[in-house]
């Protein structure tokens, strides 16, 4: 007989290796479960602990497949704009947290669509909040940044140094007016960040101050990803490590980089039990609150803009070929229906086609060398079928139907709203599906995302028809996406994702059971509380 660490009994833990299976028990040993099933057989187990779930509902650990970790802890620090009705409130929000001085001033939340005048504000208008220090104001999305004019000139954004840059907006006058387009972060903000950056010790601190929140919502995996294009990495190697060994790091980290596989060519997966590689990260194009995703035909409240492709057809094969060839998976931020065309049209050119149904068998098959496509929120008729025959991941976001949900009919049209995030069409294309946050583009709580995948509704109930709801997935397949499908990006299907021997001891307990939530129901599913997180047999969270 196993001498075990621990023994946990009482519950109704839902394995998610099947609908519906659960085990009342689960035995851990070195941090691995050891026997999951019956409280009889596994208090049979001498263990130097046990410990009564009260009859709790319980799941595997959630896993967030696409977060900004660092990014979404320092931003935690920023003014949260995400409730002004107009300009004049977001600066006087602004204003009402200035505590002076000339050190930098950051907001951060606001989608131009949620303004009444349905633009973002300009260099002058920021200038309200203050001109004696510099302010930058990030968008909900995080493509966009507005600076002051003081900003401006730290940052050496000039009329007469940018005429032809285009990923700066300009007055009628040439004056840059603020605006700071996805190019323009990495060109002038990120020299500025990099320096504050580079003190190791500011980045752990951090990191120290935020990253405990994340098992409050039964977090024990997040894939940190490196920041945005051609910026700097931010999600370092080493500061993990360091909180690792410091005893101060509550969930597994899979860092996912744009710098892969350049530095020592590390495989993914390669590292710690908590720390370790994930995929090579390639951008395709913006998104959709800005209109700079790119589309096959022009936005459908914007008829002379179809957004930008980062990549020709070329340099996209070149980029997924030398992920291939160093045996790494990709992964591929693509929103509009043009980026993925472009991005399926290369990754065909790479990836050796299957007729392999089973998208686990597909995926299997394909070892590390697997293709992880990042939102694809708009596909085209045929995109389904191409990708069905490679070894395709959809990292899929599906609180976007919540924070992109008031303006995205109009954005895209009646006719290709049905393409709009379309979880059930994937699954019932044998494409399987993860889910995540994009934090700090939104809160990284994984039941708010379930909500918005099976309802198709933002969390106030809106639209009242749904979202293409015809794309509704069922309260088990949502789950899925955040613990058993999750677990497949970087290759981990076989140590995470359900509650079975041999895997992680990572499970969660619920203050309600979200499989016994009714449909009338549904849209309380984002109010469930985590009642206790579980890593490796070890708690990191639990309610007082």
């Known amino acids: 007989m196993i001498f075990a660490d621990k023994v946990f009994y009482n519950g109704k833990i839902y394995t998610m290796n099947a609908p519906g299976e ?15 099933g019956t409280d009889e057989e596994a208090l049979g187990y001498p263990a130097a602990e046990q410990e009564d779930l009260g009859g709790r509902m319980g799941l595997p650990g959630f896993i967030d497949t696409h977060v900004h970790t660092f990014l979404d802890c320092n931003n935690r620090k920023n003014v949260v704009l995400n409730d002004a009705k107009d300009i004049a409130e977001l600066v006087d929000i602004m204003k009402a947290h200035d505590g002076g001085g000339d050190k930098w001033f950051f907001g951060g939340g606001i989608s131009m669509s949620d303004l009444a005048e349905q633009r973002y504000p300009n260099r002058y208008e920021v200038d309200r909040i203050t001109t004696e220090r510099p302010v930058l104001i990030f968008s909900h999305c995080l493509h ?28 009628d006058d040439g004056e840059p007016n603020g605006m700071l387009r996805e190019a323009a972060y990495a060109k002038y903000v990120t020299p500025m960040f990099n320096e504050k950056y580079a003190d190791q010790a500011y980045r752990l601190q951090i990191l120290r101050d935020g990253i405990g929140e994340y098992p409050e919502y039964g977090l024990t995996t997040l894939h940190c990803i490196s920041g945005l294009a051609n910026a700097s990495p931010l999600e370092y190697f080493d500061q993990y490590h360091l909180l ?25 997966g390669f590292g710690t039990d908590m720390v370790k590689t994930g995929a090579k990260k390639i951008f395709m194009d913006g998104a959709l609150g800005g209109r700079t995703a790119a589309m096959l035909e022009p936005y459908s409240d914007a008829p002379d803009i179809k957004g930008d492709i980062f990549y020709s057809e070329g340099e996209m094969i070149a980029l997924l070929k030398e992920a291939y060839d160093a045996g790494l998976e990709a992964s591929v931020h693509a929103i509009g229906d043009a980026s993925m065309e472009r991005l399926i049209t290369a990754a065909e050119a790479v990836y050796p086609g299957s007729d392999e ?3 686990v068998k597909r995926l299997r098959s394909a070892g590390l060398r697997r293709l992880r496509i990042i ?14 025959r490679l070894p395709v991941i959809l990292d899929m976001q599906p609180n976007f139907i919540n924070s992109n949900g008031g303006f995205m009919r109009e954005r895209l049209g009646p006719e290709r709203m049905k393409y709009f995030t379309p979880l059930k069409s994937f699954i019932d294309a044998g494409l399987l599906i993860t889910g995540s946050s994009d934090a700090p583009v939104e809160p990284s709580r994984p039941f708010v995302g379930i909500e918005c995948g099976v309802t198709r509704k933002r969390l106030d109930g809106t639209p009242e028809e749904g979202l293409a709801i015809e794309e509704a997935i069922s309260v088990y397949d949502a789950v899925s ?30 203050e309600r059971d979200v499989f016994e939530t009714k449909p009338e129901d ?4 984002h109010d469930i509380r985590v009642l206790k997180t579980v890593l490796g047999g070890r708690t990191t969270w639990e309610t007082e």
């Open 357 to 359: 149904p089973d998208p």
């Open 481 to 510: 996406m955040y613990t058993r499908n999750a677990a497949y990006c970087s290759s981990e299907e076989d140590i995470k994702g359900t509650i079975t021997p041999g895997k992680f001891a990572d499970f969660i307990l619920l």
């Open 522 to 525: 549904y849209h309380t599913i």
């Open 375 to 388: 939102h694809a929120c708009v596909i085209a008729p045929g995109h389904l079928e191409r990708m069905s």
């Open 144 to 171: 966009f940044t507005m600076a002051n004019s003081k900003a401006l000139e730290l940052l050496g954004v000039t009329k007469e140094l940018t005429p032809d840059d285009d990923s700066l907006a300009y007055f």
């Open 22 to 36: 659960t085990v009342s028990a689960i035995v851990v040993r070195d941090g691995k479960i050891v026997y999951a």
């Open 244 to 268: 690792e060994q410091e005893g101060a790091l509550p969930v597994r980290v899979t860092i996912n980089s744009t710098y892969l596989p350049t530095i020592l060519n590390p495989l993914t």
